[in-house]
């Protein structure tokens, strides 16, 4: 397969009521490339996200994930992404290995168990297993929720907001996540409200303001000063 881009978004548009939250959208992101999305709180990115992973439906516009067509192939599109909500979207009375293995039957996953231990040992979670979800602390059910998204090898990782709330191991653990996943190839596409983390973690630099794209730059050749400007112009 040579598609080269993960991500291809074109004329993608949504509305809630009448309210208009994502308004005309057109977005590429190469393979094996990282892409940040930035905005102020209801700038639409958390639904942007939704609607690549498959959770929510585009008003208009279509969306292409590594050459697949959201309109006809949304369940491939599904077994390609890996996506990290704010919401941990797990089962709190099972727990953390119940979860794991019930996501890997729904994801056909070969050798579950196996793969959700290995995954499990390098979050720090591997005595974790028998634990209920409601037991646990919000950094380590974010640890499991990590683990459920990286089950079944996904491609391309969606991520909203994967640095809030975390401690500095849970920031490290993130970025070596992050790395590990486009050494392999992967793509990953996240949101943040940190801007040197904006700029560390991406390739490309996208700000959304009132659901539009209004600032588009490869994050290389940007300074922090740069973008710190750039966002105060374009989002206040
Ligand atoms: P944040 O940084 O707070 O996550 P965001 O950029 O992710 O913000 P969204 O969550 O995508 O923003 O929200 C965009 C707009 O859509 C907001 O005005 C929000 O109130 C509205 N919105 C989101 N979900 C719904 C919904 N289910 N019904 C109605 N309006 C919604």
Redesign the pocket.
């Known amino acids: 397969e040579t598609v080269a881009l993960a991500i291809e978004i074109s004329h993608l548009k949504k509305s809630?009521?009448l309210?208009p939250?994502l308004r005309n959208i057109n977005l590429a992101l190469p393979r094996g490339q990282r892409m940040v999305l930035l905005?102020a709180?209801?700038?639409?990115?958390?639904?942007?996200l939704r609607i690549l992973a498959g959770l929510g439906k585009a008003g208009s516009g279509t969306f292409l994930i590594e050459g697949l067509d959201s309109r006809y192939e949304l369940q491939e599109i599904r077994r390609r992404i890996g996506f990290v909500a704010h919401q941990p979207y797990l089962y709190e009375e099972l727990t953390v290995l119940e979860n794991l293995l019930f996501f890997g039957q729904l994801y056909g996953v070969k050798q579950a168990r196996e793969r959700a231990m290995a995954l499990l040992q390098q979050v720090g979670m591997e005595r974790r297993t028998k634990d209920r979800i409601r037991s646990l602390s919000r950094g380590q059910v974010q640890r499991v929720a990590w683990v459920r998204a990286l089950l079944h090898s996904p491609s391309l990782l969606l991520l909203d907001?994967p640095d809030t709330g975390l401690d500095q191991d849970g920031n490290r653990l993130v970025e070596v996540l992050l790395a590990e996943h486009t050494t392999r190839g992967g793509s990953i596409l996240f949101?943040t409200?940190n801007l040197e983390r904006a700029l560390t973690w991406s390739d490309h630099i996208v700000i959304?303001a009132g659901g539009r794209v209004v600032y588009q730059h490869e994050a290389a050749s940007l300074t922090h000063e740069e973008l710190v400007q750039r966002y105060q112009e374009v989002v206040t």
């Open positions: 809630y009521a309210k939250v905005g709180n209801g700038a639409g990115k958390t639904t942007l907001e949101t409200h959304l």
